[in-house]
């Protein structure tokens, strides 16, 4: 998921990347090998040492919430970024209400039907948490799911800038439009996604094809995408035209 508020990087942050990157690779090979160690040695789901862990990453300020600084230093434990998809599922296992964020009460929710208490085990657990987007209806979960995790909770819809950085996320990899509605999005006049459309786009993006031509335009499409493919087609007969001239 997006990143929250993060410290700025320190000026050395860039020297020496490749040998960083070397170093990382390494480690994250040597921690998922610990990993499965700890997991056969651990006998079972432990709540206590669930909260040891979680207070790993709290303040004694806010004992009761893992914040951006916390939950920078917990996907470092763990070798995802804080962009990574996965901890967008894992948010959504935990039932999170806001992004960036994680209650101890969420924490425990999440963790305890993952079996999770330890980074050992959180480690192992990231495959499956990646599996659970090859499933259509899990993933429609996880969509409808995002766009109130990430609007700001006192907003009714979620902002453009916000919305497309989800919709990268989640469909950027799957959706061969999406390069296309992006670009759309960018120079039209919406400054906001409400969540008929934030449905709609995902419907949209399952459906239609890459020629538009199943679109009904007489259909229960909302208007932003009647729009898109207005747009797109106009787009695609001004390159045929151009090519044409050329």
């Given at each position: 998921?997006?990143r929250?508020?993060?410290?700025?990087?320190?000026?050395?942050?860039n020297?020496?990347?490749?040998?960083?990157r070397?170093?990382?690779?390494?480690?994250?090979?040597a921690?998922?090998q610990?990993?499965?160690?700890?997991?056969?040695?651990?006998?079972?789901?432990?709540?206590?040492?669930?909260?040891?862990?979680?207070?790993e990453?709290?303040t004694?300020?806010?004992?009761e919430?893992?914040?951006?600084?916390?939950?920078e230093?917990f996907?470092?434990?763990?070798?995802?970024?804080?962009?990574?998809?996965?901890?967008?599922?894992l948010?959504?296992?935990m039932?999170a209400?806001?992004m960036?964020?994680f209650?101890?009460?969420?924490w425990?929710?999440?963790?305890t039907?993952?079996?999770?208490?330890s980074?050992?085990?959180?480690?192992?657990?990231?495959?499956?948490?990646?599996?659970?987007?090859?499933?259509?209806?899990?993933?429609?979960?996880?969509?409808?799911?995002a766009?109130?995790f990430a609007?700001?909770?006192?907003?009714?819809?979620?902002?453009i800038?916000?919305?497309?950085?989800?919709?990268?996320?989640?469909?950027?990899?799957h959706?061969?439009?999406?390069?296309?509605?992006?670009?759309?999005?960018?120079?039209?006049?919406y400054?906001?996604i409400?969540?008929?459309?934030?449905?709609n786009?995902?419907?949209?993006?399952?459906?239609?094809?890459i020629d538009?031509?199943?679109?009904?335009?007489?259909?229960a499409?909302?208007?932003?995408?009647?729009e898109?493919?207005?747009?797109?087609?106009?787009?695609r007969?001004?390159?045929i035209?151009?090519s044409?001239s050329?």
């Open positions: 998921m997006p929250g508020k993060r410290r700025a990087p320190e000026i050395g942050d020297m020496d990347g490749q040998s960083k070397a170093r990382t690779s390494y480690t994250n090979i921690t998922q610990t990993s499965r160690r700890h997991i056969r040695a651990e006998d079972g789901f432990n709540q206590k040492r669930c909260l040891t862990w979680f207070h990453y709290t004694p300020d806010e004992p919430t893992l914040g951006p600084d916390g939950m230093k996907c470092e434990d763990i070798g995802v970024e804080p962009e990574n998809i996965v901890m967008l599922v948010a959504y296992k039932g209400t806001q960036g964020f209650s101890q009460q969420e425990l929710k999440g963790l039907d993952l079996e999770c208490d980074t050992a085990k959180m480690v192992v657990k990231l495959d499956y948490l990646r599996s659970i987007l090859n499933d259509s209806n899990s993933f429609k979960s996880i969509y409808r799911y766009y109130d609007k700001d909770s006192d907003q009714r819809s979620m902002d800038v916000t919305a497309k950085a989800m919709l990268q996320l989640l469909l950027g990899k959706w061969p439009l999406y390069p296309q509605f992006a670009q759309f999005l960018e120079q039209s006049k400054k906001v409400n969540k008929d459309q934030w449905c786009i995902l419907e949209f993006s399952r459906t239609i094809c538009l031509s199943n679109y009904d335009i007489d259909g499409w909302p208007v932003m995408l009647d898109f493919v207005e747009w797109l087609r106009l787009q007969g001004l390159v035209v151009s044409g050329s």
